[in-house]
Each structure stands twice: as structure tokens, then as C-alpha cells.
């Protein structure tokens, strides 16, 4: 069992930055490769960006790519996602997933979710 708890979330104006955080209970958070999603008002679960067990390998929606990072400290047990450039568009409650699995850009693929933080750009 893995028990996620994300925060950082907050209210920015466009062009600024926010960094989330997600802290992972357990022993083996190495093992498990971890998820960025995303869902705005009247949408579904979208997929931001993930980063394998090791950090070696990360992928990102094309929506995001040069404007977030996300990493991990293992031996923190975190998970990272530094947003700059934000826009209103970025606006939807963040969630963070772990996954034993090896496909990891659909949602379905994840075992483990946090509660979500709340991130909204101002225009």
C-alpha cells in the first residue's frame, strides 16, 4: 500500500510559478514510478507528466512540456512538479499517482492517488 499526500497548490497569476509536492508512505517508493494528472471543472483526468522509479526517465503532455518539470528524491520519498509559465488554462486540481505498471500516461494505469491540490491562474 502506498498513501499519497500532494500540496503546494495555490492561487497564481498568469506567468508564474508553483511547485507541487507529493509525499509517499512505505519502504519502496523506488520501485514505484509516479504520475502528475490533472482535472478541470466539467472535464476528465488528464495525464501531465510522469517520471519513472529510478528519475532517469520522465514524459510530459505535449501541454506542458517546456514549462513543467516534474522529479523525485527517493530518499525523501517525493515527487515534484515545478510549473513556470503558468496560464489559466492550467487551472484543475493536481493529483499524484504511483504505479507498479509500465505504461504510464493513461490514468488507468495507476494503483495508488493522493486527495488533489487545487492550482488556479489568474488571467
Known amino acids: 500500500q502506498v498513501q499519497l499526500v500532494e500540496s503546494g497548490g495555490g492561487l497564481v497569476q498568469a506567468g508564474g510559478s508553483l511547485r507541487l509536492s507529493c509525499a509517499a508512505s512505505g519502504r519502496t517508493f523506488s520501485s514505484y514510478a509516479m504520475g502528475w494528472f490533472r482535472q478541470a471543472p466539467g472535464k476528465g483526468r488528464e495525464f501531465v507528466a510522469a517520471?519513472?522509479?529510478?528519475?532517469?526517465?520522465?514524459y510530459y503532455a505535449d501541454s506542458v512540456k517546456g514549462r513543467f518539470t516534474i522529479s523525485r528524491e527517493n530518499a525523501k520519498n517525493s515527487v515534484y512538479l515545478q510549473m513556470n509559465s503558468l496560464q489559466p488554462e492550467d487551472t484543475a486540481v493536481y493529483y499524484c499517482?504511483?504505479?507498479?505498471?509500465?505504461?504510464?500516461?493513461?490514468?488507468?494505469?495507476?494503483?495508488?492517488w493522493g486527495q488533489g491540490t487545487q492550482v488556479t491562474v489568474s488571467s
Open positions: 517520471i519513472r522509479g529510478s528519475g532517469r526517465s520522465t
Open positions: 499517482a504511483a504505479t507498479s505498471r509500465t505504461y504510464l500516461l493513461s490514468r488507468t494505469n495507476y494503483d495508488y
